[in-house]
Structures are given as structure tokens and as C-alpha cells.
């Protein structure tokens, strides 16, 4: 029984790791326009080598919410040579109802596609459905499980 709850306490000091870990949240930084550039979107440059590509920045970002905007896909800009242009930054303060969403926004008079995201360069690639969090708290219960129905 006290391996079970070895167990037990090793899988809850990776929680608090994991939470004291998303602390320190930060963003990718960068702008390009149409195939030029390393800031496109999908996001083509993996995140954990950001150093081989010229001009895409990891910056620590204090409020913990990033943003990505899609520039050129309406208006005047849309048949424009240059093709849409592509932003990711981290924003100064959250939206104003804290929600994750992509939707068209006015930004310095202009229409463009924003979406806006909470967590550690959460602004490079889609949103994953299934965390750390999720898998580690699963194990736990079924480790409990397991032991007491033997």
C-alpha cells in the first residue's frame, strides 16, 4: 500500500509542476506576408527551434494571452500581390470577456481575422483537445480504482 501512495504523491507533484509551469507563459512574435516569411499560417516552423527561422520570436508574455491576426483576407487587400498578411504578438490584456475565439475585428481601422488564445505559446498551432492535466488525472483515479478492487 505505501507504493500506491508514492505513487499517488509523485502524480500530484507533476500537477503543481505542471501549474507552477504554466506561470511562465509566453508567445510567438512574428509578421509575414503571403509565402514570405516564417509567420504564415498554418504555423510552419516547430515551435521548440524557433532560432532556425529568421524573424519568429518567443517573448514572455505577463498577461498570458496571445493573439494571431489575419490580415488581407477582405476589403481592399484581398487581391492585393502581396497576399494576406500574418501577425502573432502577445496582447497587453485579455479580451474583455477573457474567451479563446478567432472572429473578424476592426485593428487600427481595418477588418481582420483575430483569434485569441490563453497559454504557453498557444498563438504557433491549433489547440490541443487533450492535456497533461487530463492524462495525469485519468491514471490517478484508475491507479485508486485499481487498488481498492484488489
Not at 508567445?27 to 521548440?48: A, H, K, Q, W, Y
Not at 477582405?74 to 477573457?98: I, N
Not at 497533461?132 to 491514471?139: E, P, R, V
Request: glycine share 8%; net charge neutral.
Amino acid at each position: 500500500m505505501n507504493t500506491v501512495w508514492l505513487l499517488v504523491w509523485c502524480l500530484a507533484g507533476c500537477l503543481v509542476f505542471e501549474g507552477v509551469n504554466c506561470l511562465n507563459k509566453r508567445c510567438i512574435r512574428c509578421r509575414s506576408r503571403g509565402e514570405l516569411g516564417s509567420c504564415g499560417d498554418p504555423f510552419p516552423t516547430n515551435v521548440t527551434e524557433p532560432e532556425t527561422q529568421l524573424g519568429i520570436h518567443i517573448v514572455a508574455c505577463p498577461s498570458g494571452w496571445c493573439g494571431k491576426m489575419i490580415e488581407g483576407t477582405t476589403g481592399a487587400f484581398r487581391t492585393d500581390d502581396y497576399g494576406a498578411a500574418t501577425q502573432r504578438m502577445c496582447l497587453q490584456r485579455s479580451p474583455s470577456d477573457d474567451e479563446e475565439r478567432c472572429a473578424y475585428t476592426m485593428w487600427n481601422h481595418r477588418k481582420v481575422y483575430m483569434c485569441f488564445c490563453n497559454g504557453d505559446l498557444c498563438n504557433s498551432a491549433h489547440k490541443h483537445s487533450f492535456s497533461l492535466y487530463t492524462l495525469l488525472t485519468s491514471f490517478l483515479a484508475f491507479t485508486i480504482y485499481y487498488c481498492k478492487c484488489f
